[in-house]
């Protein structure tokens, strides 16, 4: 049984862990570390086997969130580091970030500042996604998609069910912490620039990080979406309700749908809302 277990997902990683694995062993020697191969074609496993690491190969890829629920279940640690296997992350930072840990919180987050971002566009879209779900849950959320995290192992399996195999596993568990009053804290850090090429297409993934956007709020609190977009339409039919009395003394049947729309949306907040409440109830 371990104290720590570090875990990596790691596609086509190699050059990348031949540096990072030696640096974690030398800070960490205590701890377990475990690389998760997601479907790599390049030499991971025998790299693992070098340096002693245990390795979890996939025959083909699963995502990145399937990687980190593999570690996550295999790990035997009390406390779970989970770091890019891209060379990004220091090692360094974890001592930090354990320190944190031992305040009071269940998960530390590394939170990158704007030199650390992946290009303008990348940047721009984290800063929407601190800001709302800054909004939504009342916390100050330095870095929602950072991906190197110092969690309780207890605290996140709870969540595992909830998380996607795809890129947006941070979003989720920190939405999830937040939910459950969880305490999560932020340490800064400094990203380094990755070695090889990112997994992340704009083209393919665009849509999916803006889902992100609507996944925030339906993780937390559904009707703090739903009820200000069901306003929107209930004033928008009343506008025109207005518009066309006032021109043609009757009442269209555009009023008629925007005020529909209106019970429908918050009708569908109203579930939702069931739905999230029941998602999160322990059985314990």
């Not at 992340?200 to 992100?212: A, E, T, V």
């Amino acid at each position: 049984m371990f104290h720590l277990s570090i875990i990596l997902p790691a596609k086509n990683e190699a050059p990348a862990l031949a540096s990072l694995i030696p640096r974690i062993v030398s800070l960490h020697p205590d701890a377990e570390v475990i690389v998760v191969d997601d479907g790599s074609t390049d030499d991971t496993p025998s790299l693992c086997g070098q340096h002693g690491v245990r390795c979890l190969s996939s025959p083909y890829s699963m995502g990145n969130g399937a990687a980190i629920k593999r570690g996550a279940r295999a790990a035997t640690g009390e406390i779970l580091v989970f770091m890019d296997g891209d060379g990004q992350h220091d090692p360094a930072d974890i001592v930090r970030m354990l320190e944190k840990l031992d305040q009071g919180y269940d998960m530390v987050v590394g939170a990158r500042d704007w030199s650390s971002q992946a290009g303008v566009g990348r940047g721009l879209a984290n800063t929407l996604y601190n800001w709302l779900a800054s909004r939504m849950t009342g916390h100050a959320v330095a870095d929602l998609t950072s991906g190197f995290r110092v969690i309780r192992a207890n605290k996140f399996r709870e969540f595992l069910h909830l998380l996607p195999n795809g890129f947006s596993y941070p979003t989720t568990s920190t939405m999830a912490f937040f939910r459950s009053a969880y305490p999560v804290a932020y340490v800064p850090i400094k990203a380094s620039q990755r070695i090889g090429k990112s997994h992340i297409k704009p083209l393919r993934d665009g849509l999916r990080f803006l889902l992100i956007i609507f996944k925030i709020a339906t993780l937390y609190s559904p009707m703090k979406l739903f009820v200000p977009a069901s306003a929107v339409f209930f004033v928008l039919g009343l506008a025109n309700y207005a518009w066309t009395y006032l021109h043609e003394g009757r009442l269209t049947n555009m009023s008629t749908l925007m005020w529909s729309a209106s019970v429908i949306v918050f009708l569908i907040g109203l579930v939702s809302e069931q739905i999230t409440a029941l998602t999160y109830r322990r059985d314990d």
